[in-house]
Nanobody, 117 residues
């Protein structure tokens, strides 16, 4: 059983920064893509950023230039550095790990990020 645990969420003022982490534990086989998604109140879950084992990152247009995704394969951990946060970034952030060809997909339980003055 694989478990993903997110950490690093919280309340931050507009323009501030947060760093999210997501660590996997359990019987982990080959993980290809690690990613972050978010779901704001009343909205559908949306992609924030992904990073495959190859390292070629992908970002939603709304976070380009402000968020940076990175991974540590040895620790089975993915990070999301979020800078210049805006109120519209307020959401529950979920991490996701997928095996090659998305045969298996694992989700964390989410961490709340609130951007407010």
């Amino acid at each position: 059983q694989v478990q993903l645990v997110e950490s690093g969420g919280g309340l931050v003022q507009p323009g501030g920064s947060l760093r999210l982490s997501c660590a996997a534990s359990g019987r982990i086989f080959s993980i290809d893509v690690m990613g972050w998604y978010r779901q704001a109140p009343g909205k559908e879950r949306e992609l924030v950023a992904t990073i495959p084992r190859s390292g070629s990152t992908n970002y939603a247009d709304s976070v380009k230039g402000r968020f940076t995704i990175s991974r540590d394969n040895a620790k089975n951990t993915v990070y999301l550095q979020m800078n210049n946060l805006k109120p519209e970034d307020t959401a529950v952030y979920y991490c996701n790990f997928r095996t090659p060809y998305s045969v298996m997909s694992y989700w964390g339980k989410g961490t709340l990020v609130t951007v407010s003055s």
